[in-house]
């Protein structure tokens, strides 16, 4: 299937569809300067790291296109580069592809030379990233069965990333394949990732979706209505223990309890060696707003406290596989997720 | 602790707190006649099932003293009792009640009379409401160890009843033999009791409180920091299978996978001997508006589809104790879930 369109790049500008104004509307913004795609990804037009990183990458082409050539380009470059920086502060893959862009930046000469040798290098990124959800995809259609129901959580989609997804690129994959019957989508608060995002993403595919409360996710595994649990992960740990989006780990307990598989997409960017175990793992707390308040309504008294962490950690022993680019790693164990890991190293 | 303000009988209105403004604003409805109550119970100003049939207990009372006596009086009467049995389909107690009060008036002969003999009759509904509250937050209470952190969810508050509650009937004695640190209230989608109820019951006694997304429930159970979870119940089949609010089943999945004690506060109405199972018993579906908009935002694509159960079912295995207002039954099975009710008869 083709990509979504979360990003595209216009020739002078960056292209975003807009996902604040999802699913209701498909708006458009051309962020033509770094201010406009700054403020773009910190108010979350764009989001997802993997999206963010390339949609920062294609932002350091903007900063070289709207500085002027002279004697304060290198210096008025960095500068813009700088800006973009510091739009979000935990999403890993931000600060690593404008080091990627830094440093071919380093490498150029003429004004001319670094537009050039940046956008070939965003282009790159954009590239890998659709590559590695296409071989994820391909690697995880392979474990589905024909007529396949699936349930997933949150927005590991096209979305989040290049256009293709993670989660979703399984079930992109397995859907061209005529593999999947109907998606299951959790609606996960508290930010409705999955009512307001997922949904829309698999509407435009044409994948068949029905939303539910998480909390009846439990009781839609023990009646049998689902075949295979597929969703993302933000870290990998050595032993393979996740931490994904918070309710990952209860959708794992009830899968596990009912003997429904559970699948973890997880690209090798999100592997981390030096992490031993899950429990090593800082869960990001998110703020009271989230709980409090929607659109128009106040949903909490004020005297209310409130716990909202922001991802769960899922242990390694109830997860079925995890799909990564490289392959399937399936029993996990340290052992098999240093030999996906060692894989890369080769071949990178 | 005393009652909440649920709903009070004030000489010749009856006064209820109106739960449609909580948690924002504490605004009170007198209901003079059958019209008014008929209508704030249609429009969720009072919810909860034995707090529906109380405030229909009373309505007959409306409906008494708003008849011209004369020879159209018990015409007039019966014809405003069929208006409050039409406002609610499904809540059992509803039609319960007015049969009870349909029974007194059948006793009675002249208008004043049935005022009296119909006021005394709620009066009872009220009382022994209240009375198997106190009863089952005395039991529930010697369950719990000193200093104790408990999780509950959905509303099973004094907003539902008579104004003391099932499982925060237990909650409120506990905290008033100092037994109680602090409570975590899941927030309860798609409805918000537990966010919008249940902690401002809480917090207006007094009870420290956080509310969580549901998701997050079991990594909190994880993480040790729950010593038990406390819920209500909508029915208890024959073996001890429970049904109660969506998501009740996750909570005990996690509960029972490390050894949390999960225990359910369920009055012996909802005892149901001829539903042999949980297995038996028919979950309602919700609508789709639940989950599509909020307040004045829209969080589903209009294509999506969606699954909506109003409640789940808990098997016995995973529940440590059913507190009734007759007693603690533990272990469950389908013997002493039978005693209990036994009891019942016995006394009743």
Known sequence: MDPLPTLKWMGDSLRLLDQRELPVNEVYIDCGD????????????VRGAPAIGIAAAYGAVLAAITTDSGSGF????????????????????????????????????????????????ADNLLREDLDASRS????????????????????????????LGTALAIIYEAWDRGLIRKVYADETRPLLQGARLTSWE???????????????????????RIDAVIVGSDRVAANGDIANKIGTYSLALAASKHGVPFYVAAPLSTFDQATDTGAEIIIEQRGREELSTLGDRQLLPPEAGFWNPAFDVTPAE????????????SPISSKTVADVHSRVDMFL
């Open 318 to 329: 109830l997860i079925t596989a995890i799909i990564c680019e490289k392959g399937i790693v």
């Open 34 to 45: 770094v201010d406009s795609l700054a403020s773009a990804i910190r108010t979350l037009a």
């Open 202 to 224: 698999l509407i435009r595919t044409g994948i068949p979706v029905d939303v539910l409360p998480d909390s009846a996710a439990a009781s839609l595994i023990r009646d049998g």
């Open 136 to 163: 994820m995809g391909c690697y995880g259609a392979e474990l589905l069965e024909p007529d396949s129901t699936v349930l997933t959580h949150c927005n590991a989609g096209g979305l989040a990333t290049a256009g």
């Open 74 to 121: 290198r210096e008025g470059f960095l500068v813009k580069l700088d800006k973009l920086s510091g739009t979000r502060p935990t999403a890993v893959n931000l600060f690593h592809c404008i080091e990627i862009q830094r440093e071919v930046f380093r490498k150029t000469g003429t004004r001319e030379d670094a537009i050039v040798l940046l956008l070939e290098s």
